[in-house]
């Protein structure tokens, strides 16, 4: 029963934070999961918030709309997962390189994350 609960917070979490953010037939939705321990948890959300994102967003990316961030306490570790909104490709490229599908983390995070997915997905908006 319990699992089921969550699983149920989790996705209503998520859709809610998809919709919060005005998208565009065409966007791409660039989703990412990294997993850190519960002890590691808070200080990674911090370098997100703090440094990653911020830094992020002094690039200045053409084409680069927004980024969201969910959080799942699991039963052995964290779960985060970053939703990254884009106008094209083209853009995604211009942030993550040519390989865009190669998941972009800084050295700090690496310290702090038990394991992550080596690559992002990509999807595109329909409706």
Do not use: C
């Amino acid at each position: 029963m319990r699992i089921t609960l969550l699983k149920r917070h989790f996705y209503a979490t998520f859709y809610l934070t998809i919709f919060r953010t005005k998208k565009t037939p065409g966007m791409i939705a660039r989703i990412w999961h990294g997993y850190t321990t519960h002890q590691n948890a808070d200080a990674y959300e911090t370098l997100l918030q703090e440094e990653i994102f911020i830094g992020i967003s002094n690039r200045k990316i053409e084409g680069f709309k927004d980024i969201q961030l969910l959080k799942r306490q699991m039963e052995n570790e964290t779960e985060f997962i970053t939703i990254m909104w884009f106008y094209s490709i083209d853009a995604v490229k211009t942030f993550a390189g040519n390989d865009y599908e190669l998941a972009v983390v800084p050295e700090k995070a690496h310290k702090l994350l038990a394991h992550f997915d080596e690559r992002s997905q990509h999807y595109e908006v329909v409706q």
